[in-house]
């Protein structure tokens, strides 16, 4: 029953930044870990980058590494994914989630996580 809604997608391009923003009315928020996920057109929805209920711990995958950084802000229930230097690559419906209970690093599987939000898309143009 956690609603999730994502919000801050666009179209930029090569080299640009955008900062996506999931926000929920959920009140257990900060007991959830928290992830993105991405999703082109043909293919699987893959991990993006996760953070566990502090925030002291995230990870990502390796193609985002030093380029996007998740956090979150547990009093206004929001997690965010601050985007640099997107590539086409990119491109994708980015999806926010949300595990309701215990996160850590190999939490990087659909499967993992029990509720989505209804995606934003970015479009990085070449």
């Known amino acids: 029953q956690v609603q999730l809604v994502e919000s801050g997608g666009g179209l930029v391009q090569t080299g640009g930044s955008l900062r996506l923003s999931c926000a929920t009315s959920?009140?257990?928020?900060?007991?959830?870990?928290m992830s993105w996920f991405r999703q082109a057109p043909g293919a699987e929805r893959e991990f993006v980058a996760g953070i566990s209920w502090s925030g002291d711990m995230t990870n990502y995958i390796d193609s985002v590494l030093g380029r996007f950084t998740i956090s979150r802000d547990n009093a206004k229930n929001t997690v965010y994914l601050q985007m640099n230097s997107l590539k086409p690559e990119d491109t994708a419906i980015f999806y926010c989630?949300?595990?309701?209970?215990?996160?850590?690093?190999?939490?990087?599987?659909?499967?993992?996580?029990?509720?989505w939000g209804p995606g934003t898309q970015v479009t990085v143009s070449s």
């Open positions: 959920a009140r257990n928020f900060n007991t959830y870990g």
């Open positions: 989630t949300a595990r309701f209970g215990p996160w850590d690093n190999r939490h990087t599987r659909v499967g993992n996580y029990n509720a």
